[in-house]
């Protein structure tokens, strides 16, 4: 049984996309952090808590949910809606069905907020991802980030992003 246990090399075109697919993974979200640092003073993850509730039925989400979409463990997501509810921006409380969750719930403070940076964020986004772009190469980004998405969820149920992609 020679070679069963051999690796599945990746073809020099194959090297090529990881390596670029690679190096997005690393530079974009600085990039995106940083614009949002400077611009509004919060991080990208932050950002990623505010927006997912403020897209929310009530602005308002399970931690639980809420960590698996932003893909955060619960400990950091739990410091970070710390230092969020101290600034006003969330609030966090037991849910009202079942008081065995905790529910986090953007304010009308913290929804100002995600207004004021959502303009830079998206011009943020267009400049380095869309403006690059022809509407046919937008259309397999999507369709590529959809397939990898489900490769990396693996048959997951209950996430946002997984809900939103089958919106569009």
């Known amino acids: 049984m020679e070679g069963r246990n051999e690796p599945r090399w990746l073809s020099p075109d194959e090297h090529d996309a990881w390596i670029s697919l690679s190096w997005l993974m690393v530079r974009l979200p600085g990039e995106i952090d940083?614009?949002?640092?400077?611009?509004?003073?919060?991080s990208f993850f932050?950002?990623?808590?505010?927006?997912?509730?403020?897209?929310?039925?009530?602005?308002?989400?399970?931690?639980?949910?809420l960590a698996q979409h932003v893909n955060g463990s619960g400990s950091r997501l739990s410091n970070v809606a710390k230092r969020l509810e101290q600034r006003g921006w969330i609030t966090r409380a037991p849910s009202a069905e079942n008081g065995?969750?905790?529910e986090a719930t953007l304010?009308?403070?913290?929804?100002?907020?995600?207004?004021?940076?959502?303009?830079?964020?998206?011009?943020?986004?267009?400049?380095?991802?869309?403006?690059?772009?022809?509407?046919?190469q937008v259309t397999a980004l999507r369709d590529i980030g959809r397939q990898i998405a489900d490769q990396v969820d693996d048959g997951r149920t209950g996430s946002l992003l997984r809900r939103a992609m089958r919106r569009s």
Request: charged share 25%; no cysteine; aromatic share 6%.
């Open 34 to 42: 940083t614009q949002l640092q400077r611009d509004s003073g919060i």
């Open 107 to 136: 304010t009308d403070v913290g929804m100002a907020l995600v207004e004021r940076a959502a303009p830079g964020h998206v011009e943020t986004v267009r400049r380095y991802v869309f403006d690059a772009l022809s509407p046919d």
């Open 100 to 102: 065995r969750y905790v």
């Open 46 to 65: 932050e950002y990623l808590v505010l927006a997912a509730l403020s897209m929310s039925p009530g602005r308002r989400l399970r931690m639980s949910e």
